[in-house]
């Protein structure tokens, strides 16, 4: 019997979802591998892997306090990269990542470290909260916010476990079981999201985000829809926001019909009114002609429209090359070779046909 509840422990029934968990962010990770999100990501990892060692540990018996902070901390540390997730910069922000675990330390150097009375005071206890606060609402409004609510809601039980002072033993199994659940609900969450992305077709003008399964690529208006929503699930809130800002005031500027909104690209269809003009430039006069395109049925934009947004989201997005970058910039490089090609030949055909048309009069003459 005594075997049997060590297999029904928090500890043993939380490492499946330790695994999913790490198999997800080991996937993304290698599919971000040339963006400024890969610094965060194997932060990600080094949490995932350093609280499973923990929970292995704890499968033989109860885990201490201190390890319990300590993975704690290895979760932080992923909030607190993200923030610094851009280039350039993005490798010297490991440096403040790195003193913040040189920091955290200290409560675990100051007490003893198999004390029954180990406890986390309050003013790294607030620190903490404070963080996986930020972490968890810059993702509220993307896809990842299940995962992350998960995530919070575990490391937010294990928080009110360690800085706890009386009633340490009634409230350990609950605090294990609760982020036991919340893990598992994270794991599922994960599971979900990487499906639904590979099982998303993205056709020129549907909402889809990203390559399908098929191997179909995207057209311009895919891929525009594809690379904003990536930055909007790949840095949250504080990041995307910021890139929104800054590509609204460059195609009011440049009187780039359309919306960004924080769902995607948005333009009229052409069965009712004209285009809308930038919701931030629509008290501006400026020329209609330029910014009253008229889009397709589906209500999308036309070729020339896709790419002037096609050229601002480049400038815009190479601080953190998401995934979808690449076919961003193969889509321009095809695009201008075109255009070159198409310039430096219709000059000279027509200086050919120019030059034979006036020969065969002189010779008439």
């Known amino acids: 019997m005594e075997d049997f509840s060590q297999l029904i422990c928090p500890a043993f029934c939380a490492l499946p979802a330790w695994g999913i968990l790490l198999l997800f962010t080991g996937r993304t990770l290698w599919r971000w591998r040339h963006s400024a999100l890969k610094h965060a990501l194997v932060w990600g990892m080094v949490a995932l892997a350093a609280n499973l060692l923990i929970a292995v540990s704890g499968m033989g018996g109860n885990i201490t306090f201190p390890w319990r902070y300590l993975g704690l901390v290895a979760g932080s540390c992923v909030p607190i990269s993200i923030l610094g997730a851009r280039y350039p910069g993005a490798s010297a922000w490991d440096f403040v990542v790195a003193s913040f675990v040189a920091m955290a330390m200290l409560p675990v150097l100051e007490q003893p470290w198999h ?52 009633a340490r033993e009634a409230l350990t199994g609950w605090a294990d079981w609760c982020s036991t659940a919340g893990l598992w609900w994270a794991a599922i969450s994960g599971a979900v999201v990487t499906r639904q992305r590979r099982i998303e077709i993205c056709n020129d003008g549907a909402p889809g985000l990203g390559i399908s399964a098929s191997g179909s690529t995207c057209t311009g208006w895919g891929v525009l829809q594809q690379l904003w929503r990536e930055i ?27 919306e960004l909104t924080w769902s995607g690209f948005r333009w009229p269809c052409a069965e009712g009114s ?9 008290s501006r006069p400026h020329d209609t002609r330029s910014a009253l395109m008229p889009g397709d049925s589906e209500g999308r934009p036309d070729q020339s429209s896709t790419q002037s947004w ?30 070159k090609a198409s310039a430096s030949w219709c000059p000279n055909d027509t200086r050919q046909s120019e030059g034979k048309e006036f020969g065969r009069n002189r010779v008439q003459a």
């Open 274 to 282: 004209a285009l809308a003009v930038n919701s931030a430039d629509r």
């Open 115 to 166: 004390s029954p009375e180990w406890r986390l005071d309050g003013v790294w206890s607030l620190l903490l909260a404070i963080i996986l606060a930020v972490g968890w609402l810059n993702y509220l409004p993307t896809r990842l916010a299940w995962v992350v609510t998960g995530l919070a809601w575990a490391g937010y039980w294990q928080l009110a476990l360690i800085g706890t002072k009386t």
């Open 310 to 339: 096609l050229y601002i989201m480049e400038g815009t997005v190479r601080r953190f090359i998401p995934p979808s970058y690449r076919l961003v910039v193969a889509t321009l490089s095809s695009r201008s070779a075109d255009e």
């Open 232 to 258: 909007r699930d790949g840095w949250g809130l504080v990041w995307a926001w910021r890139v929104r800002e800054m590509l609204l005031n460059a195609a009011r500027h440049a009187h780039l019909p359309g």
